[in-house]
């Protein structure tokens, strides 16, 4: 027996998010299907990230156990053969049998992508949120610096997340304009349910002028849901990678 662990790209736009859920179309189902078949064991992969429903990855991480003689790294290039064309395993290789892609140091980016302009584009409209209002870019960057480091990120998650602790690190969050898009891209150690969402629709409420950047310290302080800006739409997020480390970043 031994575990492989997969990167694994996707666009969300037909699922129902990452984590199987009964009669509903999801990426993890899409996978242990196909591996299942590829490999005549029944698989059942463990995912590091359970991304929502229509949100996309380019680096997700899953692990599974199997018997099979293919080599690690040949798994990717066969298991494709098998998946709809929305899905893609990007890498296969093994690793320790103890590896769990959700115990594991590990750092986390994802990116979220605002069309900002006077006019939607169709061709961005399943990969981007379309805002057509002005946006202040030095205003969000502004922001953005008082949510770096480690708080208490209660005023930013959903008021369905079941967790205690809701303590997060944030290592980089960074705001940039590129031609007609702003990219909100984020680092931390894990997040919150909607936590990324929550931040990216806050900081396009400071962008249009209806939260002064200031008022991020006592939105944290707060510890209050109804303090931060809506939940972003989930379109315009993309899980980047997911960095496995050993030392704590700095």
């Given at each position: 027996m031994k575990r492989i662990r997969l990167v694994i790209a996707?666009?969300?736009?037909?699922?129902?998010?990452?984590?199987?859920?009964?009669?509903l179309p999801t990426v993890e189902a899409q996978i242990n299907k196909a591996?299942?078949?590829?490999?005549?064991?029944?698989?059942?992969?463990?995912?590091?990230?359970r991304t929502d429903s229509g949100v996309h990855a380019r680096g997700n991480v899953a692990v599974f156990d199997t018997d099979t003689r293919i080599p690690p790294e040949k798994i990717c290039l066969a298991v494709n053969?098998?998946?709809?064309?929305?899905?893609?395993?990007?890498?296969s290789i093994e690793v320790a049998a103890d590896f769990h892609p959700r115990k594991v140091n590990c750092r986390k980016t994802y990116e979220y992508r605002i069309?900002?302009?006077?006019?939607?584009?169709?061709?961005?409209?399943?990969?981007?949120?379309?805002?057509?209002y002005s946006l202040d870019i030095d205003a969000m960057q502004?922001?953005?610096?008082?949510?770096?480091?480690?708080?208490?990120?209660?005023?930013?998650?959903?008021?369905?997340?079941?967790?205690?602790?809701?303590?997060?690190?944030?290592?980089?969050?960074?705001v940039r304009k590129e031609e007609e898009a702003?990219?909100?891209?984020?680092?931390?150690?894990?997040?919150?349910?909607?936590?990324?969402?929550?931040?990216?629709?806050?900081l396009i409420e400071v962008g249009r002028g209806a939260i002064p950047p200031?008022?991020?310290?006592?939105?944290?302080?707060?510890?209050?849901?109804?303090?931060?800006?809506?939940?972003?739409?989930?379109?315009?997020?993309?899980?980047?990678?997911?960095?496995y480390i050993t030392d704590n970043i700095e």
């Open positions: 996707y666009d969300g736009t037909n699922y129902c998010g990452w984590q199987l859920q009964p009669g591996l299942s078949s590829l490999l005549g064991e029944k698989i059942a992969v463990i995912g590091a990230s053969q098998r998946l709809p064309e929305d899905i893609r395993v990007q890498s069309l900002n302009r006077n006019i939607a584009l169709p061709m961005e409209r399943l990969y981007s949120y379309f805002v057509y502004k922001a953005a610096g008082y949510l770096a480091g480690e708080h208490d990120f209660k005023s930013f998650c959903s008021v369905k997340t079941q967790v205690k602790d809701t303590v997060r690190s944030i290592y980089r969050l960074s702003i990219i909100l891209s984020i680092t931390g150690s894990g997040f919150l349910y909607n936590m990324v969402r929550i931040i990216a629709g806050t200031e008022h991020m310290p006592a939105i944290l302080l707060g510890r209050d849901r109804s303090l931060a800006g809506p939940t972003a739409p989930p379109q315009g997020l993309t899980l980047m990678n997911i960095d």
